[in-house]
């Protein structure tokens, strides 16, 4: 156990919709990095965010946002969903720079 | 731009015997190396790492290996064991710009009884 947790689980949602997913970063842990796995991919970095702050950003599509809230725990939104956005969303946590600590991912299936 | 790159989709290997997982990177600003072990349905849970000063870094059955020059690092894993089945992927980053990190597509390993 990581000590980073993300819900749901698994997420199902058709085309056009929005949805938001959550992670809750190990206990002291100031940063919180997004990321999205497709089919037979690598891990793509999305953003990361530092107490509150984005820090960084990678191949994140517009259509996608996210914040990180005073108890540091982040929300990843996606809207206008298409069939290609359906991965896994991976957040991960670090206290300060090396190592990062994955959660357990949230499974988003679009139709 | 794919600046890490497994070029090794999988690798099958016989239990008891060496592992090796490759890894190349184009980027000559990274100086940070990292493994992650993945199993299904869970999320990538950190190996071991290296920085480039070194260019071995050992933790028990775990080794890796850095060429700097070549840009390849590699993950030898001694003796495998069926329990290291998994998908491994290796990632890079550079210590003054820990905020992002860059990971290559993966290997999945499967070790034979």
């Known amino acids: 156990d990581s000590g980073v947790t993300q819900t749901p689980k698994h997420l199902i949602t058709a085309t056009g919709q929005r949805v938001t997913l959550r992670c809750s970063p190990r206990?002291?842990?100031?940063?919180v990095y997004w990321y999205q796995q497709s089919l037979d991919q690598g891990l793509q970095f999305l953003i990361q965010?530092?107490?509150?702050?984005?820090?960084a950003k990678g191949n994140i599509l517009e259509r996608f946002s996210a914040q990180q809230f005073p108890d540091l725990h982040s929300e990843l939104n996606l809207s206008s969903l298409e069939l290609g956005d359906s991965a896994l969303y991976f957040c991960?946590?670090?206290?300060?720079?090396?190592?990062?600590?994955f959660g357990p991912g949230t499974r988003l299936t679009v139709l | 731009d794919q600046q890490v790159k497994q070029n090794s989709p999988s690798l099958s290997v016989q239990e008891g015997r060496i592992s090796i997982l490759n890894c190349d990177y184009t980027?000559?600003?990274?100086?940070?190396f990292l493994w992650y072990k993945k199993y299904p349905a869970e999320g990538p849970t950190f190996l071991i790492s290296?920085?480039?000063?070194?260019d071995k870094n050992e933790d028990g059955r775990f080794t890796v290996f850095l060429n700097k020059s070549a840009k390849h690092l590699s993950l030898h894993i001694v003796p495998s064991q069926p329990g290291d089945s998994a998908v491994y992927f290796c990632?890079?980053?550079?210590?003054?710009?820990?905020?992002?990190?860059?990971f290559g597509s993966g290997t999945k390993l499967n070790v034979k009884p």
């Open positions: 991960a946590s670090s206290a300060t720079t090396d190592t990062q600590y």
């Open positions: 206990s002291g842990d100031l940063s």
């Open positions: 965010y530092y107490n509150g702050e984005e820090r």
């Open positions: 980027n000559s600003m990274f100086d940070y």
């Open positions: 290296i920085s480039s000063i070194k």
């Open positions: 990632a890079a980053s550079s210590q003054d710009n820990f905020n992002k990190f860059y």
